[in-house]
């Protein structure tokens, strides 16, 4: 009988051995699976919250606090979670945290007082059965936390959060391990412990990872806002443009995102999708910063370091005072022949109607050198006439009214560009691709070139620099390429137009939408999502903000 109890208690220990190394190995199974997601976040506050979820459910935990060393020698609050209580502050809960940072040091020395600020300051674990009954740490916050509460604070874990490096960036702190069976509260085990310490360990090395990662992507945006700010700097014209179209971009493609019928309802964006082409956006006219100030802020026709219309002004007025001369010349000679008052008469006369056509054109070439709607054939004809005028320089030489760069310029069919100031301004896109396809994309930003390069192409093929057609692009580059063109049509600081309405550019970009020029699948999103209105709500002048009729729109069917 003996040997059979004997026989049944050896079975029952290996069994419970068993059992025991069987929730051992499932635990450092959960444990290796939590560091790998730890890796994977990317949002610094979900990260924090996995962590002390994590440590929570592994140890049985009832509550838990993680702390984060500040610069200023502090322990500041980031996540505090109590289960029981349901209490849930810091993190994405978006319930502040409404405690003071724990201060490492007092009267410039070592706060060994507070059992958190202990652990941050040497590095070790502490474990506490009972904090009503240990001596050496204050406890008078927790007890006064529990007599307002009705909570028993009883088990404490307090772990050190250290990096790869051996450098304490945390403290990781649990309360109240409690008992799967009975619910009762219990100590930290051992096991415990040392899971935890392996998991903070971890953790700290995620969420440094984690902090370098933002960092240099904070420093990589402060750059790229440097290449703006050059932009901005070296003409004030473009600089607001380099904001407004990622703003844009990023607001077309939620909205693709969101939309949930039609050719494009497969479109998603993950956060790297989205980080992506927010950078894309960023520094899709990055090369801008080639191209001469002079072409980018040309206002007007004639307009280089000065408007050279100042000069053609200056020209009628010598054409005034030589009619003037040829007047006087004319009277001096009719007196001398005894000429009568309606010979005089009739000088008089010529003369007045030089100088009204004098004075019209050049009111007509001032409307010409302004740049706005397209040139008639008959428009340039008559400059072409004005310049064929006949005047005396500065020298002496007799010369034509117009140079043949004036002429070229003041002939510009629409716009205040000629042919090659166009191909200048275009090479921007270039000089973008160049410099984009230089760098060493890591493998979450390889598609920046391609989407900032693509902004300028059409969607029949006929746009620039590679002339690529619809399906040769992505998605995000056509969305880029709406958004650049719309924000140029709304723009109010052009040097050389005003923004258009709402309506206005609506109507235009309708027409570009029919005439092959944008994605018709985006522009019906962006209508119907009124992504243009979000825009104009935030970025317009009230003044452009006019009644939009859908249903009148070119191209888009309501």
Request: net charge negative; hydrophobic share 40%.
């Amino acid at each position: 009988m003996s040997s059979a109890i004997d026989t049944t208690q050896v079975l029952n220990t290996a069994q419970l051995r068993a059992d025991a190394a069987d929730a051992l190995i499932q635990r450092l199974e959960q444990l290796n699976a939590i560091g790998a997601s730890l890796s994977a976040e990317r949002d610094t506050n979900r990260l924090l919250e996995s962590i002390l979820t994590a440590a929570k459910s592994i140890t049985g935990a009832d509550g838990g606090t993680l702390y984060r060393v500040t610069e200023d020698k502090t322990l500041r609050f980031e996540i505090m979670r109590t289960t029981s209580l349901k209490y849930y502050l810091g993190g994405t809960s978006g319930n502040p945290i409404p405690f003071y940072p724990i201060q490492l040091y007092k009267d410039g020395k070592p706060n060994h007082g507070m059992v958190a600020a202990y652990t941050a300051l040497t590095g070790r674990t502490v474990n506490i059965q009972d904090a009503y009954e240990v001596e050496g740490f204050d406890f008078s916050g927790t007890r006064a936390f529990d007599a307002k509460s009705g909570y028993r604070s009883k088990s404490f874990l307090t772990v050190p959060m250290k990096n790869h490096e051996n450098e304490i960036i945390g403290v990781l702190q649990l309360l109240n391990a409690t008992d799967q069976a009975s619910g009762e509260i219990r100590p930290f085990s051992a096991s415990d412990q040392r899971l935890t310490e392996s998991l903070a360990s971890q953790a700290a090395v995620a969420l440094t990872n984690r902090m370098l990662i933002n960092q240099l992507e904070q420093l990589f945006e402060s750059f790229i806002n440097l290449i703006n700010l050059a932009i901005d700097e070296k003409s004030p014209y473009t600089g607001g443009h380099c904001q407004r179209v990622p703003a844009l971009t990023m607001a077309l493609a939620e909205a693709v995102t969101e939309t949930t019928a039609g050719p494009l309802s497969d479109f998603r964006m993950t956060d790297r999708d989205r980080y992506e082409l927010k950078i894309a956006g960023l520094l899709h006219d990055c090369g801008k910063v080639t191209t001469p100030v002079h072409v980018v802020d040309k206002a007007t026709k004639l307009e280089t370091l000065f408007d050279l219309i100042r000069l053609v002004d200056t020209r009628f007025e010598v054409l005034k005072r030589d009619a003037q001369i040829d007047l006087l010349k004319e009277q001096l000679a009719l007196a001398e022949q005894g000429a009568g008052m309606m010979q005089a008469g009739d000088a008089e006369a010529r003369f007045r109607a030089r100088i009204r056509q004098y004075e019209d054109d050049r009111r007509f070439l001032q409307a010409c050198n302004i740049g706005g709607e397209a040139m008639k054939d008959a428009d340039i004809e008559r400059v072409r006439a004005i310049a064929s005028y006949r005047w005396i320089d500065a020298e002496g030489h007799e010369a034509s009214f117009l140079t043949e760069d004036e002429l070229k310029n003041l002939t510009i069919r629409a716009g205040t560009l000629t042919s090659e100031e166009r191909q200048t301004i275009n090479h921007h896109i270039v000089a973008t691709i160049r410099m984009l396809e230089a760098l060493p994309w890591p493998n979450h930003l390889k598609n920046v070139s391609e989407y900032a390069g693509g902004h300028h192409e059409r969607m029949d093929g006929k746009g620039y620099p590679k002339g690529l057609s619809r399906e040769q692009m992505s998605v995000q580059a056509r969305v880029m390429g709406i958004a650049d063109i719309f924000e140029a049509l709304t723009a109010r600081d052009r040097p050389y137009k005003k923004g258009k309405t709402l309506s206005e550019s609506l109507e235009i970009l309708g027409r570009m939408c029919l005439g092959h020029h944008v994605d018709p699948d985006l522009f019906d999103v962006f209508v119907r999502r009124k992504v243009y209105l979000k825009y104009a709500e935030q970025f317009l002048d009230p003044a452009q903000i006019d009644a939009v009729d859908e249903s009148k729109i070119p191209g888009y069917v309501p």
